[in-house]
């Protein structure tokens, strides 16, 4: 009976590592501009385009300019079976996001720091539906931990007043960790992994009027080396897995009419192209393709004041034979708003609000069946400051 619990646990290590895949793990969030408005890929006003359109750094002023914000994000995941609700409400409190850019001329640099992928903790205090009908009702806990950190440089050239092309070189930082607590099966590990990519971008202005943009990321091979391991399940935790972040495309389309910028996003997320394992086997998380669809606005009201909003649809590429209560992938909607107040020449402040609504799901385990959910509710805060 044993060797039978320690299978399923094994088992369920597997799939909590879906957590970490790539392509459900890309953050389109990585700035406090995304919670204001949702529509990013024509960025080319602010530090924050080194994130969404790097090609965007040639049409910003000339100067040096920098920001930096953060986001703070309140979530509830549950998951439930036979009538009882298991649940993680562990908000984050630290989630940054550092950028500048220097443009003279026809050429501007620039660099970012901020959270690609991950993010958080999910602290599941009495466990999960998953693993109390795996432990047989014994008390336990789950502890698990994933963030992926991007870090930017990039450079840019514009062909006159129209045409701004750019690449970069993007570093990703991962670090995972697992804790399960309890039934005498107690177990953990962590593991670190770098990898680096390249990102290419072309913003075309036909008017002054229209913004048309592209970008494409590519693949950022990863290889994450497991440093501590530790319990019951130990030996079966491998030294090393693939922990690939894959191929992204980012399409964007604006229009300003008078004193609003109206904007339109589209991403692009080749998960199939990804080489994921996890710390208990090298087979890959098997998920779709992945996309979202997003549309916003921002509104000059004064010469210092500017409010904007926004929507997102997001197809994450979920599958029920891998969907998870330790990753529950669902598709969402996302509703933003906020704004800016420019205080002088020199620094502007900025923040907004992110509800995001997903779409219940379930999926059936052990002939039990689990109905999956999450709400997440963002706020955030930034300061952007130019030098010169």
Same mark, same amino acid.
């Given at each position: ?7 399923? %646990? ?27 408005? &949702? ?28 920001? &930096? ?44 720091? +901020? ?51 750019? +690449? ?7 670090? *995972? ?13 962590? +593991? ?6 390249? %990102? ?14 592209? *970008? ?9 080396? &497991? ?28 229009? *300003? ?123 955030? %805060?930034? +300061? ?5």
């Amino acid at each position: 009976m044993r060797k039978e619990r320690i299978a399923m %646990i094994l088992i369920l290590l597997s799939v909590v590592a879906a957590l970490f895949a790539g392509g459900v793990d890309n953050k389109t969030n990585q700035n406090v501009g995304f919670v204001r408005n &949702v529509s990013r890929n024509t960025e080319h006003l602010r530090p924050e385009t080194v994130i969404y359109n790097i090609a965007g750094m040639g049409f910003m002023e000339n100067g040096l300019v920098a920001e &930096v914000g953060n986001q703070f994000i309140y979530k509830k995941y549950t998951n439930e079976s036979g009538g009882t609700e298991y649940k993680d409400e562990c908000p984050v409190f630290f989630f940054p996001n550092i950028e500048f850019v220097y443009k003279k001329g026809n050429w501007a640099v620039g660099s970012a720091f +901020a959270v690609a992928g991950g993010g958080g903790d999910l602290k599941y205090d009495d466990g999960t539906a998953m693993t109390s009908i795996m432990l047989g009702g014994a008390p336990h806990s789950l502890d698990i931990y994933s963030v992926t950190f991007g870090e930017t440089t990039a450079i840019s050239y514009t062909f006159g007043n129209k045409l701004s092309l750019a +690449a970069a070189l993007r570093v990703l930082t991962t670090t *995972q960790s697992m804790e399960l607590n309890g039934s005498g099966m107690d177990t953990s590990y962590e +593991a670190t992994g770098t990898g680096l990519g390249g %990102i290419f971008s072309i913003h075309y202005k036909p008017t002054q009027k229209w913004d048309l943009v592209a *970008q494409y990321r590519t693949i950022t091979k990863m290889e994450c080396d &497991v440093d501590d391991k530790d319990g019951a399940l130990a030996a079966a935790i491998q030294d090393s897995f693939d922990n690939d972040m894959p191929p992204e495309l980012n399409l964007g389309i604006a229009y *300003q009419l008078g004193k609003a910028y109206l904007s339109s996003s589209f991403n692009y997320y080749f998960n199939k192209q990804a080489k994921i394992g996890n710390a208990l086997s090298a087979t890959n998380s098997d998920y779709n393709d992945s996309w979202e669809v997003a549309g916003g606005v921002d509104y000059q009201l004064t010469g210092k004041a500017l409010v904007s909003g926004g929507v997102i649809y997001t197809n994450n590429g979920n599958r029920k034979s891998v969907n998870n209560v330790m990753s529950p992938v669902t598709d969402s909607i996302c509703f933003s708003c906020g704004g800016e107040y420019k205080l002088n020449e020199k620094l502007t402040l900025a923040g907004g609000a992110l509800y995001s609504l997903y779409f219940e799901d379930s999926y059936e385990f052990m002939g039990s069946e689990i109905e999956l959910n999450k709400v997440v509710v963002s706020g955030c %805060i930034s +300061a952007t400051y130019r030098f010169f």
